[in-house]
Nanobody
């Protein structure tokens, strides 16, 4: 089992940057695939980025070139560096862990992931 805790959200002006962190309490973090999702006001939760245990990365088209996902296995932490933020990035951001209990379906799908953090608010003002 794992517990995920996000941090780093806040208020930033358009064009600014934030770095989100998600720390896991699981004992086998290096084996996990990790993902970031977000839910904006009035919208469904959507995929943002993911990183596999082998460190290959995946991004939603809306954030490619602006966001970078990375991980530090020694710290049991996954990061989301968000640059050139836009008001449309305003959302609650959630991290998620795939403990790889089963064969992969889709790294982009919420159903791939076993545990979720409680979310951190990111607000981008114009």
């Amino acid at each position: 089992q794992a517990q995920l805790v996000e941090s780093g959200g806040g208020l930033v002006q358009a064009g600014g940057s934030l770095r989100l962190s998600c720390t896991a309490s699981g004992r086998s973090f290096s084996r996990y695939n990790m993902g970031w999702f977000r839910q904006a006001p009035g919208k469904e939760r959507e995929f943002v980025a993911a990183i596999r245990s082998v460190s290959s990365t995946y991004y939603a088209d809306s954030v490619k070139g602006r966001f970078t996902i990375s991980r530090d296995n020694a710290k049991n932490t996954v990061y989301l560096q968000m640059n050139t933020l836009k008001p449309v990035d305003t959302a609650v951001y959630y991290c998620a862990a795939d403990q790889r209990r089963y064969y992969d379906t889709s790294i982009y799908s919420q159903t791939q992931y076993d545990y979720w953090g409680q979310g951190t608010q990111v607000t981008v003002s114009s």
